[in-house]
Nanobody
Framework: QLQASGGGLVQPGGSLRLSCANSGFSWGSYYQIGWFRQAPGKEREVISC????????YYTDSVKGRFTMSRPNARNTVYLQLTSLKIEDTAVYYCATGATGDGPCGHVKSEYEYWGQGTQVTVSS
């Protein structure tokens, strides 16, 4: 079971740290972890992911250099640090995970089996 938290209302240029706590099982070597977001009227899109064994990390172009995904000490919580937030970052943010092989992490939601409930991020002045 995944539990996402940390969302809120922030002004443009501000920061937030999202957390994704895994309480259902231990992330082993063959699980990928992803952060997705879904804005109103839009498809859910991947914004960042880590492959199994953390060999690969991916960021979509729109967040590259502003968002950072981390999993300190390989424990059961993954973070997404959001900085320099823009109005267009407003969305519900989801964490997801699923079994995978050794390749890069998946960029589409169908590649992930387990999802958190989402946390709302609103960027507004």
């Amino acid at each position: 079971q995944l539990q996402a938290s940390g969302g809120g209302l922030v002004q443009p240029g501000g920061s937030l740290r999202l957390s994704c706590a895994n309480s259902g099982f231990s992330w082993g070597s063959y699980y990928q972890i992803g952060w997705f977001r879904q804005a109103p009227g839009k498809e859910r899109e991947v914004i960042s992911c880590i492959s199994s064994g953390e060999r690969y990390t991916y960021y979509t172009d729109s967040v590259k250099g502003r968002f950072t995904m981390s999993r300190p000490n390989a424990r059961n919580t993954v973070y997404l640090q959001l900085t320099s937030l823009k109005i267009e970052d407003t969305a519900v943010y989801y964490c997801a995970t699923g079994a995978t092989g050794d390749g890069p992490c998946g960029h589409v939601k169908s590649e992930y089996e387990y999802w958190g409930q989402g946390t709302q991020v609103t960027v507004s002045s």
